[in-house]
């Protein structure tokens, strides 16, 4: 279970910070990294194009600035987050881009693409790509990711149903190479467990959703602050593919989260339901079953101070 040197060495404590869409961008990023942790934000939260180019340059040049300064703290590495399934018609452009600014980290989802992986090896970066079955993490090692994102039951936003257990179990019977795992983890307790368990590093989305610098509307963080894992309510309904939401998304919506109807979302029509502006992501809000362990909203740093606190007080009581 290796990691890279340039990750490993620069990582404070052993996370990743989700890409969110929407919410992910520079502030977020920055301030995760600084903190010690990789930052990460989807390409196409970057609109139009050329705002991407805008922020790998930010990214890049502020994270340089930060280890002139900090040369005994540097900050942790940042990852850019690929579409890759064929209906991104951006995907070349923000590649292009990806590959000029020398992403340290690119995380692959919808698909595993051998010519992403390429580029992205051309200039020495690391290539991890998100699964949600053994299945497909076997496609993607075949087809030349380098490490892979276990997305496990209770996860935010589009989720696997396999258990966290299993998940890493059956992963790590034939692949030695960087793991991760995503689903609830919110405390520093979780992340040790997710080691011990068999990942290199956790992923953490949702938790992130609540603090400063996310670009998330105050009611939405609010929300995860007042939430907990029975506020989460999973369904195909909103976006066609299986996701857990916030309860209070779904009502504010004009459905009932108990009775949320079955079928297709592309034929789905919000305005016989109560509402014809609710959009998945930007109305009906994704979010993991972890939220409970998020009490207020707080800067990244204070955020990550906490987990790395929980962390170290979890590893000192169970190894001594």
Request: glycine content about 10%; proline content about 5%; hydrophobic content about 50%.
């Amino acid at each position: 279970m290796a990691l890279p040197a340039f990750l490993k060495d620069k990582l404070r404590l052993p996370a990743v910070g989700a890409p969110l869409f929407i919410i992910s961008h520079p502030a977020l990023v920055i301030a995760q990294c600084k903190a010690g942790i990789v930052g990460a934000f989807p390409a196409l939260n970057a609109r139009p194009i050329s705002q991407l180019d805008e922020w790998l340059h930010e990214i890049t040049e502020a994270l340089a600035a930060h280890d002139r300064s900090h040369p005994d703290q540097p900050a942790a590495p940042f990852a850019v987050n690929q579409i890759v399934h064929k209906s991104n018609a951006r995907l070349e452009e923000d590649m292009a881009l990806t590959v000029k600014w020398k992403a340290p980290i690119v995380i692959t989802s919808l698909g595993a693409r051998e010519d992403v992986n390429a580029a992205v090896h051309g200039y020495g970066g690391l290539t991890l790509h998100d699964i949600i079955t053994n299945r497909f993490a076997l496609k993607a090692i075949e087809k030349g990711a380098d490490g892979l994102i276990a997305v496990a039951a209770g996860a935010g936003g589009h989720a696997g149903s396999i258990s966290p257990f299993a998940l890493i179990h059956d992963i790590r019977a034939w692949f030695d190479g960087p793991l991760l795992l995503s689903g609830a983890i919110a405390t520093g307790q979780a992340i040790l467990a997710a080691q011990a368990m068999g990942a290199d590093l956790a992923y953490i989305g949702s938790a992130f959703i609540a603090t400063k610098e996310a670009r998330a509307m105050d009611s939405y963080k609010q929300a995860i602050v007042e939430g907990d894992a029975s506020d989460i309510i999973g369904s195909s309904l909103i976006t066609g593919i299986f996701g857990n939401y916030l309860r209070p998304s779904i009502v504010n919506a004009g459905l009932d989260p108990a009775n949320l109807p079955h079928g297709d979302a592309k034929a789905m029509n919000f305005a016989s339901r109560g509402s014809s502006e609710a959009k998945a992501w930007r109305d009906i809000w994704g979010s993991g079953q972890g939220i409970g362990a998020v009490k207020e909203v707080a800067p990244v740093a204070e955020l990550v101070a906490r987990l790395k606190r929980e962390y170290a007080e979890a590893k000192k009581r169970v190894c001594g």
